[in-house]
């Protein structure tokens, strides 16, 4: 390089020096910039993909947080469900401790009062079935029951309800005034 201060050849030189530098420093700036637009779009790319993992992490997250805020709904009101069938519960099994644990009798004596029950039950139909065949047949037999007519047996008797009634009576009395 020429010396600056000899003219005119020393600012050509100091201008062809300079020249040189920008055009090399340009040369890198364009080299740099093409390496970090390159970069850049890496980087976006790569970016773009963590947005969109994350944009569906979240959408699972909000689906899954949904569904658990109806779990905790669902186990909220199960305690109370829960709660009124242990109620329930109680309240039978206070009602059933009077005539099973307080009671006097066993369950040998439950059963057999129970078999009682229902033998009275079969007999008390059988004695209405009895029943029915004698008010129809007596009154075909000129309205006699043991040898009474309907006229001797008071003054209530022609009510039919009472006529009944007298049936019943000799019914139980285990009489057969009634034509089978």
Same mark, same amino acid.
């Given at each position: 390089?020429? %010396?600056?201060?000899?003219?005119p *050849?020393g600012?050509?030189?100091?201008?062809k020096k300079v020249?040189?530098?920008?055009?090399?420093?340009e =040369?890198q700036t364009k080299a740099q910039e093409?390496?970090?637009?390159?970069?850049?779009?890496?980087?976006?790319k790569?970016? &773009?993909i963590?947005?969109?993992? @994350?944009? $569906?992490?979240?959408?699972? /997250?909000?689906? *899954?947080k949904k569904?658990?805020? *109806?779990?905790?709904a669902?186990?909220l009101?199960?305690p109370k469900?829960v709660s %009124?069938e242990? =109620?329930?519960?109680?309240q039978?099994l206070?009602?059933?401790e009077?005539?099973c644990v307080d009671g006097?009798?066993?369950?040998?004596?439950?059963k057999a009062?129970?078999?009682?029950e229902r033998s009275?039950g /079969?007999?008390?139909?059988?004695l209405a079935?009895r029943f029915?065949r004698?008010?129809e047949t007596?009154?075909?037999?000129?309205?006699?029951?043991?040898?009474?007519?309907?006229e001797?047996m008071?003054?209530?008797? &022609? %009510?039919d @309800?009472c006529? $009944?009634l007298?049936c019943?009576?000799?019914?139980?009395?285990?009489s057969?005034p009634?034509k089978?």
């Amino acid at each position: 390089m020429t %010396d600056p201060t000899e003219q005119p *050849e020393g600012i050509i030189a100091v201008l062809k020096k300079v020249s040189a530098d920008f055009a090399k420093m340009e =040369a890198q700036t364009k080299a740099q910039e093409e390496s970090d637009q390159s970069l850049f779009d890496e980087d976006m790319k790569r970016c &773009s993909i963590e947005k969109a993992g @994350l944009v $569906k992490e979240s959408e699972m /997250k909000g689906t *899954e947080k949904k569904r658990l805020i *109806e779990k905790t709904a669902q186990m909220l009101a199960t305690p109370k469900r829960v709660s %009124d069938e242990h =109620a329930a519960v109680v309240q039978y099994l206070k009602d059933l401790e009077h005539g099973c644990v307080d009671g006097d009798s066993t369950y040998e004596d439950r059963k057999a009062a129970r078999a009682k029950e229902r033998s009275i039950g /079969k007999s008390a139909n059988h004695l209405a079935r009895r029943f029915q065949r004698c008010g129809e047949t007596q009154r075909g037999e000129n309205n006699v029951i043991r040898g009474k007519s309907k006229e001797k047996m008071g003054a209530n008797s &022609s %009510d039919d @309800l009472c006529w $009944k009634l007298n049936c019943m009576l000799s019914l139980l009395r285990q009489s057969t005034p009634c034509k089978n």
